[in-house]
């Protein structure tokens, strides 16, 4: 007990105002948002002025546009995550290979993640503008591949290859970056007795690299779901949800529900739901990538 | 002792009258004036305003256009608010019913005000039955022509009907991104006009019922003929959200005509190559959309009455006038005849066009009712529903909304 | 061995081809803003499109520097990363030292509760966010705004340096355990030191996060003068819809300052990998 006390005392210093932040901007908020998805909330007189239940969460599971917004964040996230994992990690082992100047190759990979997602969003629109002037349609016209311009983003599955990309192309650098950090991390002898073994460089990504990265690839696994699952500003910059709601993703479609139809009470319970849901796949993911990797 | 008392009780008038007279009231005024409009307005309009009430210090804030709801919102809610804000028209009735602004009809001179008023404007300031602002400015959309395409069609001057307009299609060319005229967009802003030129309508005259108007024959012809348009390249994918847009378009010679408002004109250089003149009419009707901004004070507010000082003066010809060079049309009567457009000639057909031009439906609700429309719109412009049976879903909601 | 050199430069074209790819397709979407903020402007798309620069032409970035307070929204925007950016260095290095580090009651229970709280998207309690900076009374003000950047990504950013100090070896805090030396001294002299290259790597993200935040910033600030750069160039392309070249030469100014960041940084990693090295051997 003693032991405990004294043990406390000491750490309160290095983990006190982290928990005290934690409580107060992450725990708390929660807990109130959890409140105001049962209620109708009048955000003018900061009250409540109706409890209602379920029925927001019952209202929602019957919209067929929040339907379509969460097929579409289903489908955001399992394409980039993996696409951004796959890419970056490529991208890292190339990067560690190179003896002398990895610094001009990182501050290129890592220049659309720097580029903040208001302007990234910005280029990927100019470059898949319809008609024949836009960048993309211009040069599969050239090389053949299409005879005339694509409206890219007024179709509902282009304009979702589209973000699908843009999630992909933005993400890279940063997987590159941490990968990369993992992998001067691993002792160089390994990847010499594997040389001397003659393996070559593809047994050696999938047989020592990937393995010796693995706690990396769980952080990333999470961080990158939450991120997918949290993203906005790229629907809202590029698409704005056309043509008719079938790019709009979750995050997008509570954001308008608060603050442009002022149902705060219909958004609470969508990111409770949102929550739940992220909970429950991290979970799953993790559960599922401890026993494959073992 | 006396006469030391009366000479502090001097001190202490004689202090309190100085510092009444100089005591600066802040105005926070939020608005969303473009570059040329704000310049106007600082350069113009205020210094009179500040000259005539020297008590009154106006902080005019521009804001980003778009957010600016929740801005507003989380202002208020947060108790950061400004005093005054000038927003678009369709927002009042919305943010009135949130309980976000202050009813001026008690407002010292508002019967005035009331009288003098285009009705169409003050019209937009009401929320059951109550006053929440005073109407700043209107506007409107007209045909933008491009007079070297006309020319290649057979045309002197922009065309008086669509029947002439439509009558030179055979000589669009959509294969070389030469199209007829533009459609700005599926959303109401863009079509509206066209589906009121072309004899259709939302709702009956006093915004009460939706079915038998928006599912009517008329309105169903209207998007049918639009679609047929689209269908036979008569108007590009523009209407579509797709390139090139009404500004661009318009300047590359893509399109013929475009539907603009007089910001096209009143950005950037002079543009005699564009003449503005009224929608082509069909059977007589020439119907364009009315837009524009008012002035409201938001819950909050500490200066009641100086706020409202401001809001009156926005009212009065040194106010209005000044703006018209900018593309703002005024809402007072008094001041609409005073109008001079020597400087600006494409006003004439904005003015011209304002008379006939058809408000959106007054609802707090019209945000959801604009939602439902605009997919409606393009649902049948995509051809994934026919037009009389997305019209029929359309008008069955928009009844539920206009009840409520 | 000439013929050893030969395969052996043969089985490098491939890695630099994929290499390459790699770049060019990185590079070539900011190539092509660049070529845009560098054309007088058109409101249509030039047609071919324009991927190099065809003169140099910079009136684009004198107009986007001069139309707007673009100096004052970025030193205000420098105050608001850089104050961050300390701060949740410190508090989270603190933290993650903590729970790697140390033994107490409950701390399996609390870093499950972190774990937890990473888990919750942070933007989906923004309304429940703004209500709490409301009720503490600092709408408006940077305080206000730096706290959430705090409160918000405490988790994330504490279980990121808890899992980088968990690789450094125990057996160099041995000694100075031995020694008498307090979890204080093991923290500053022996943990950040040897994760220099993480908390650098950490930072600039920490930086570029905050340096591009939006939505915060715009429901908490409320005044112009306060504002920071993503509102003030949100706001330039509302007002300049569809003139992309002034839109991105806008892009570009407000790019400049990051990428600068970035690249003085990237030495000081090197330089912490280095002394990385140095201490293993």
Known sequence: MCKGIRQWCQALPFIGPALILLGVFVLYPLARNIHISFSIYDILADSITESVGFSHYQALFQNSKYLLALRNTLLYTLITVPGQMFFGLVLACLINHIKRGQTIFKVIAYLPVLTSWVIVSLIFRYIFMSGKGGLINYVLMQIGLISTPVAWLQNEWTANLVLWLFGIWKGVGWVMIIYLAALQGVSRDIYEAAQIDSANSTQIFFRITIPMVRNTTLYLLTVLTIGAFGAYIHVMMITEGAPLGTTNELMNFMYDTAFSRYDFGSAAAQSVLMGLMIFLLTLVQRKVTTETIN | MRKMFSVLIVLVVTMSLVSSVFAETELKFWHTYSDGEEKVFLEQVLPIFEAANPDIKVNAIRMPYEGLNQQIITAVAGEVAPDLVRMDITWVAQFAKLGALISVDQMEGFDAILADALPGPMATTIYKDEHYGIPMNTNTTTGVFNLERLKE???????????????????????????????????????????????????????????????????????????????????SSCVLGEEPGTWGGIEAGNYAMVIEGPWFYSVGEAKPNFPSSTIPSVDGRSISIVGGENLVMLKGTKHQEKAWEFMKYMLSPEAQLPMVNAGMIPTMASNLNKVDTSESPWMDAYLEQLKTAAPRTPSAEWPSIEEILNTTFESILRGTISAQDGLNTAAAQIDELLAK | MKKMNVVRVLKKIPFWILLMAFMVSALIPFLYMLATAMTPQAYTLPYPPILFPQSLYLNNFVEAWSSNHFSDYFLNSVYVSVLSTVLIILVSSLAGYGFARMNFPGKNVLFHLLMFSMMVPTLTNLVSQFLLIKNMKLMDTYLGLILTYLGTGIAANTFFLRSCFLSIPHALEESVVIDGGSHWTIWFHIVMPLSAPAVGTFAIMAFSNVWDEFLYALTIIKSPNKRTLPIALKMFQGQNLNNWSLIFAASIIALLPILFVYIIMQKQLIRGGIMDGMLKG
């Open chain 2, 153 to 235: 069609l057979g045309f002197d001057a922009p065309p008086a009907t669509l029947d002439e307009l439509l009558a030179a299609a055979d000589r669009a060319d959509p294969s070389n991104e030469k199209w007829l005229f533009a459609v700005q967009g599926s959303f109401s802003w863009a079509m509206l006009p066209f589906i009121w030129t072309l004899g259709g309508s939302i709702t009956d005259n006093a915004f009460t019922t939706s079915t038998g108007y928006l599912n009517g024959e008329a309105t169903v012809n209207a998007l049918e003929t639009i679609k047929s348009w689209l269908d036979q390249g008569i108007i």
